[in-house]
């Protein structure tokens, strides 16, 4: 369960702290895996439209100036990939990673594939760059396109394992990382997910798991208010 870091000033401080960002993919995949296992953490906004980022204080939690950050006592780890193993190493309720070698392979498959070819286009530097070299259309049609040929290899991967997750019918690493970039896809860019009905089908799941739920960008604490 998150704390604003803002509600709990002057208190003790929570065991865990989460630097974050509300629309960010890689945090909200860190956040499903503080919720699924029941962990108590503080939410540390990090605004990446002011430029928080490169705050010489943050800079020292994390050099390359991303979120999220996690920090555990004396111990400072970031990227969120090494954060999910920091915390199923650490913390072994609700474990993510299978005893079956060949069902672990594909849960690291899948995280990797988002990792590395599909959450790359939502990094706000690579936006950045694109939004000096292409007009809006341009740029939409190119996050368009790398998305769904990430999205393309997914399926093509999933298509014949059953359950209604990922990998199954338990909610495994594969899930931490599919279910917000699903999210991504389908409420920032348009993507229409019948075109990939094995990754359809998991996304229905993952809308009714509370843990998931709690993590997406609207229901954060620096989630901008509409008023």
Known sequence: MASDSKDIAGS???KL???SYWQSN?????????????LDYEYKAVDLLKGDQFDREFEKLNPIGYVPVLVDGDAVVGDSYAIVLYLEDKFPQHPLLPKDLKK????????SIVCSSIQPF????????????FN?????????????????????????????YATGDEVLLADVFLAPQLNFAVTWLGI?????????RADVAYNELP???AALPERQPDYPSSS
């Open 104 to 111: 672990k392979a594909l849960n690291l498959q899948v995280a």
């Open 26 to 38: 890689c945090s909200q995949r860190v956040i499903i895996v503080l919720n699924l296992k029941g």
């Open 192 to 200: 229409d997910l019948t075109q990939y009905p094995r990754l359809a």
């Open 12 to 14: 003790a401080q929570a």
């Open 122 to 133: 939502h990094n706000l530097l690579i936006q950045k760059f694109m939004d000096a070299k």
């Open 136 to 164: 809006a259309d341009e740029k939409l049609k190119l996050v368009q396109h790398q998305v769904e040929k990430g999205l393309s290899a997914l399926e093509k991967l999933l298509k014949d394992v059953p359950g209604k």
């Open 17 to 19: 702290k989460l630097y």
């Open 211 to 213: 843990a998931f739920q």
